[in-house]
């Protein structure tokens, strides 16, 4: 039975995986800021996910940006699966103090206190995200693979959805596998490649094993249907 420290375990993912891992006998610690997007105004009320968990773990009202929240947090823990992150990806273009702080930042603060204090702590699950993958993996007619950059504001006025490629030649759609290029077009891509590499560079070097998770759209009951992360998966929600 393990000591497991979820950061952003009052969220979506985390809360689930929180009772999951309970279930299963391990002793939970959640480090979570309760952000008012997710979890409205008063999460006592509000917050179904935080309510789910909130007698179940030892909870730490804290945020990843705090040295001395990541230090109570991480004492005595065997793992961290770090999903505490702002998660919207349109809302990062225009937020990116905000983004960068609370991803790269926050990921770099934990990993500077497990490089210089002596820790418990054996496994580092990081959540990272399809989004570092771009717009994906296409098929030029003449070129072969390509990997497109971001759509074009005059494209998506027109209401021209179908990616091109610098000489107008249509692009045919494939499956963005594992090797695919990673060219994230937003800045939450670009904080979780970061998140991912540093934890993949530096945990090996302090004798943690690193571990990381390119999620892309998960859903599922709990949902926060408020915040932007969930994007398209609310508008389908409203649209039906
Ligand atoms: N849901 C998806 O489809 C998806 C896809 C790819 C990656 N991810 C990643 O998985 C992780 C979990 O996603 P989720 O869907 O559960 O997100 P979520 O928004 O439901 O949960 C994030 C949690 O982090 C907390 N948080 C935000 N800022 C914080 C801070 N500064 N300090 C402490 N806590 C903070 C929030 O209060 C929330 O409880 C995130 O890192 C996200 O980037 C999710």
Not at 185 to 193: A, D, F, H, L, R
């Amino acid at each position: 039975m393990k000591n497991i420290l979820i950061t952003g375990g009052a969220g979506f993912i985390g809360s689930n995986l929180a009772l999951k891992l309970i279930e299963k006998g391990h002793k939970i610690t959640v480090l979570d800021n309760l952000s008012k997007q997710i979890h409205g105004e008063n999460p006592e009320i509000t917050s179904p996910l935080y309510k789910s968990i909130k007698d179940k773990v030892t909870f730490i009202e804290g945020t990843v940006t705090s040295r001395t929240d990541w230090e109570k947090a991480l004492q005595n823990q065997n793992v961290v699966v770090h999903f505490a992150a702002e998660t919207g990806t349109g809302q990062s273009m225009y937020c990116i103090e905000k983004y960068t702080e609370v991803n790269i930042q926050g990921t770099a603060i934990m990993l500077d206190i497990l490089a210089n204090n002596k820790n418990s702590v054996e496994k580092i699950v990081i959540a990272s995200s399809r989004s570092i993958y771009g717009e994906g993996k296409y098929k030029h007619p003449k070129l072969g693979i390509v990997y497109p950059s971001h759509r074009k504001e005059k494209d998506m006025l027109a209401g021209n959805f179908e990616l091109t490629f610098f000489d107008e030649e249509e692009l045919e759609l494939l499956a963005t596998d594992e090797d695919s290029k990673i060219h994230p077009s937003s800045v939450y891509g670009i904080t979780k490649q970061n998140q991912e590499q540093m934890i993949m560079t530096v945990c090996p070097t302090i004798g943690i094993a690193p571990v990381g998770f390119r999620y892309q759209n998960v859903y599922g009951p709990g949902q926060s249907l408020s915040n932007p992360y969930t994007g398209i998966l609310s508008i389908f929600f409203y649209t039906n």
